[in-house]
């Protein structure tokens, strides 16, 4: 940035005559001091107060034709470059500035100012004094509150005149003085506002009408179509529901004639999941299409073509259909097992129902029907396996019978009761001989006789214990044939008693191959319907209204994402 050239100033006063009158000279200082007053801070009021001065200087200065003739000559012009009264008044006005004490904030917002508005300064404080110049105030801000003014404010500005300063607009001199085309810097501001106001609402309308447009075919018009369905083409389709639960017999067949009647529970879960299952299985729908035509009737022409199956479809097709028209639900806290089976007549679901019901029977009878095939077969293999034992153990102690000829425990109980006796008697002679000759002088033959008891006594004891000995040591001492043949005995009890166990078992068994454990019993039974149970036009026509903002709103979100990540 270039300034240009300053030139000194100098100021030219006239020196005052000798001889000149008084009211001469009390005229041309006043003239003089008018034409070198104090310059204005701004540059309408500098031109202002330098024209009343000159009206003021001709006013009071005579006319060359009355002035009386000077005496004395005149001096001589002073020789130097003199500057205009523009550039004058411009070097004091930014004198003035510089007095103001401005910032540096604002000198620069004031540079920012003059440059917007297409203004060439040369300095910081001439930008302050050129926009002062075209009557902008460069320090003062508006907020969005003062952009919007009542009416009758707009036509008479007499709110804004008492908030901010209105400087005076220059008048361009020359040519002919006709009125400004010019606008008010406020009322070509407040136009430019009205214009971006009108822009900003034309624009809101455009995207309100634009989002209208594609709300209205991206979702009004589908739920307006879901609609018309649910309500006019839309077969009504009824549903018949029922209930059921399995229960098994706790009794059992061999504690007598009531063991079929003690109390029932509840069957476990796994019956009645495999139940379920089986209903809701392809084996249940080509049995219950073989019966009673199930893929026949949803063929029929009357149906709607959304809910109509085609005619040649394929058994995984009719499967589809199958499993969206008959619902089975399993509830494991009550045992329940609750069934719907839709139709388009009451009367074909209550049928389909059923059928339903004797195949689910059936099916509960068939998942016991291995187990007491197996319980049996079990329990015969098992009794003919003990009556073998039990005749092998029979015929060991028969066997044994007849190899030893006689009891061995009958002959060693002999054997004891013998040598008790003797040892009795044998204490009794020892007693007499003892006594005997206790005495001083005894009977000789007495004491011989005493003694030969006490000794054969003694032999025979002695012999006694010899056969008792060898009837309890080696192989086949009575000891061990006694023992054969205990053993003997007890394996032929064990066996009356296993033989007499699998009777029991074979017994229940058979019982419980002859009875049904499981039962299922029907807690609701299938009743027609008398009104159209589907479809839910009102709620159906909702969730299509929410399944189609939901997507809508998606892709809007998606899209909007992506644009923001293009263009960062």
Do not use: C, W
């Not at 494991?332 to 059923?354: H, L, W």
Request: positive net charge; hydrophobic residues 35%; charged residues 25%.
């Amino acid at each position: 940035m270039t300034t240009k050239p300053k030139a000194r100033k100098f100021r030219i006063k006239r020196a005052a005559p000798a001889a000149t009158p008084q009211g001469t000279d009390t005229a041309k200082p006043k003239a003089a001091s008018a034409t070198s007053s104090d310059v204005p801070p701004v540059a309408g009021e500098a031109q202002e107060n330098a024209s009343q001065a000159a009206q003021r200087t001709q006013a009071t200065t005579p006319s060359p034709a009355s002035a009386p003739p000077r005496s004395t000559p005149s001096p001589a012009p002073r020789s130097g470059e003199v500057a205009s009264a523009d550039e004058v008044s411009g070097e004091q006005d930014i004198d003035a500035i510089r007095r103001e004490g401005l910032t540096g904030r604002q000198l620069r917002m004031a540079r920012r100012v003059a440059q917007k508005h297409g203004l060439a300064p040369t300095s910081d404080f001439d930008a302050v004094r050129l926009l002062r110049d075209q009557g902008i105030d460069p320090f003062q801000r508006s907020n969005m509150l003062e952009l919007v003014v009542p009416q009758d404010q707009k036509s008479t500005g007499t709110a804004l005149s008492k908030n901010r300063i209105q400087l005076p607009q220059t008048i361009p001199t020359g040519g002919r003085n006709v009125p400004s085309t010019d606008v008010k810097p406020m009322e070509r501001r407040m136009r430019e506002i009205s214009d971006i106001q009108r822009d900003i609402t034309k624009r809101r309308r455009r995207k309100m009408a634009l989002l209208a447009v594609r709300l209205a075919f991206f979702v009004g018009l589908p739920t307006v179509m879901g609609g018309y369905y649910f309500y006019k083409i839309a077969t009504p389709m009824y549903a018949t529901d029922s209930q059921f639960l399995i229960i098994q017999n706790e009794g059992t067949g061999g504690l007598g004639p009531l063991g079929g009647l003690l109390p029932t529970q509840f069957a476990n879960s796994a019956d009645s999941i495999a139940t379920q299952s089986y209903l809701q299985s392809k084996d249940a729908m080509l049995r219950l299409d073989r019966d009673v035509g199930f893929m026949k009737h949803f063929s029929n022409p009357e149906i709607d073509p959304i809910q109509r199956m085609n005619p040649d479809a394929s058994n995984e097709e009719a499967y589809k259909f199958y499993k969206d028209n008959v619902k089975i639900g399993y509830d494991p806290t009550e045992g329940m097992i609750r069934m719907e089976v839709i139709a388009a007549d009451p009367e074909v679901a209550t049928d389909f129902s059923q059928h339903l019901l004797d195949y689910a029977e059936e099916r509960v009878n068939a998942l016991s029907q291995q187990k007491r095939e197996d319980g049996m077969r079990d329990a015969r293999e098992a009794y003919e396996q003990t009556v073998a034992k039990r005749r092998e153990a029979q015929e060991a102690l028969i066997k044994l019978q007849v190899e030893n000829g006689v009891d061995p425990q009958a002959v060693i109980a002999s054997i004891r009761g013998q040598i008790t006796n003797y040892e009795t008697l044998l204490l009794e002679k020892e007693l007499e001989l003892a006594a005997l000759l206790d005495n001083p002088r005894p009977n000789r033959a007495k004491v011989d006789g005493a003694q030969g008891d006490v000794r054969r006594l003694s032999a025979q004891l002695d012999k006694l214990n010899d056969r008792m000995n060898s009837a309890t040591e080696g192989t086949n001492s009575l000891a061990q044939q006694a023992v054969s043949l205990q053993l003997a005995q007890a394996d032929l009890a064990a066996a009356d008693a296993a033989l007499q166990a699998s009777l029991t078992q074979m017994e229940q068994a058979r019982t419980e191959a002859s009875r049904q454990v499981r039962y299922l019993t029907v807690a609701v039974r299938p009743v027609a319907s008398q009104s159209a149970t589907y479809p839910r036009k009102f709620e159906n026509t909702i969730l299509t209204f929410l399944i189609f903002a939901g997507i809508y709103l998606m892709l809007s979100l998606t899209s909007s994402i992506l644009k923001e990540q293009v263009t960062k």
